[in-house]
Nanobody
Framework: QVQLVESGGGLVQAGGSLRLSCAASGRTFSAFAMGWFRQAPGKEREFVAAIGTSGGVTYYADSMKGRFTISRDNAVKTVYLQMTNLEPADTAVYYC??????????????WGQGTQVTVSS
């Protein structure tokens, strides 16, 4: 079992930045690939970024490339999502997940409760 807790969400103006954190506890964090997904009201859950177990492999959704950076620190069992140049379209609840490296949410077995990101224009 893995427990995940996101933090770092909030209200930011367009063009601003936020860094989300996801702290893990329980089973060996370093054994899992980690992903970030988001879901806006009335929309389906959307892949944001993913990172392999050692941090050497990363994937991004096309619309996030160049603006978002995923990283992880296995020593403190935390994965991060640095978000820059935020746009109102980035407004959503952001979730971290642990599982197999993939852009498909179905490949992740453990999920956090989510953190709200709101970008004002």
């Amino acid at each position: 079992q893995v427990q995940l807790v996101e933090s770092g969400g909030g209200l930011v103006q367009a063009g601003g930045s936020l860094r989300l954190s996801c702290a893990a506890s329980g089973r060996t964090f370093s054994a899992f690939a980690m992903g970030w997904f988001r879901q806006a009201p009335g929309k389906e859950r959307e892949f944001v970024a993913a990172i392999g177990t050692s941090g050497g492999v990363t994937y991004y959704a096309d619309s996030m490339k160049g603006r978002f950076t995923i990283s992880r620190d296995n020593a403190v069992k935390t994965v991060y999502l640095q978000m820059t140049n935020l746009e109102p379209a980035d407004t959503a609840v952001y979730y971290c997940a642990a599982g197999s490296l993939s852009s498909s949410w179905g490949q992740y077995s453990y999920w956090g409760q989510g953190t709200q990101v709101t970008v004002s224009s």
